[in-house]
């Protein structure tokens, strides 16, 4: 209301330059292992779901949690074709695997959460290979830019595919992620 009318206008700027002179409270620990586990989910462009199932299985396998869950997250085949420079964000990976046009072992695979093992061969299908305006928009440009393919897998720039080597480990995952952070929120 006093906004409204301006009345007692002076004392509500004075309250805010009050509030904005405190200093910003400290985060607390669930906090921070809260905005941890969100920062990687829309990094990686996952629901709560999907990353609670990656999660389970990271605490089944023998390796250490943390380590785990991020080998799982970078064999996901929509962050495969993302590093093998095929498509320009994990997003358009996502949609052209759903549409259709990523083959895995010369199979169609429709589903971003595959996750990808050693000796498999990611493709585009034919039909994309071909057209000219994602080829020039999308993957010459990628492929001619300053982006290092990771070393766990390797890319064949003119077939337009790539093969995984090797499962990937924790020194290959180069984004600053906290792990620990992610695994004591869900030890709780």
Not at 17 to 25: G, Y
Not at 33 to 53: A, H, I, N, T
Not at 161 to 166: A, F, V, Y
Request: charged share 30%; aromatic share 6%; net charge positive.
């Amino acid at each position: 209301m006093e906004r409204r009318s301006n009345v007692n206008a002076d004392r509500s700027q004075q309250e805010q330059q009050q509030r904005s002179s405190k200093r910003p409270r400290k985060t607390s620990e669930y906090g921070r292992q809260l905005e941890e586990k969100q920062k990687v989910k829309e990094m990686y462009g996952m629901r709560e779901s999907q990353f609670k199932r990656f999660f389970a299985i990271a605490t089944r396998s023998q390796v250490a949690t943390g380590e785990s869950l991020l080998s799982l997250l970078e064999r996901r085949l929509d962050n495969v074709v993302f590093r093998m420079k095929l498509a320009s964000t994990r997003a358009q990976a996502r949609q052209i695997i759903v549409h259709g046009h990523v083959l895995v072992q010369g199979k169609k695979v429709y589903s971003p959460s595959y996750l990808v093992v050693v000796n498999e061969e990611i493709s585009l299908a034919p039909n994309v290979a071909e057209k000219a305006g994602f080829l020039e928009q999308v993957i010459d440009k990628r492929l001619s830019s300053n982006v290092k393919v990771p070393d766990w897998m390797e890319l064949d720039k003119k077939g337009r595919k790539g093969r995984i080597l090797r499962l990937p480990v924790r020194s290959d995952v180069q984004t600053p992620i906290e792990e620990h952070l992610i695994v004591e929120l869900y030890s709780k």
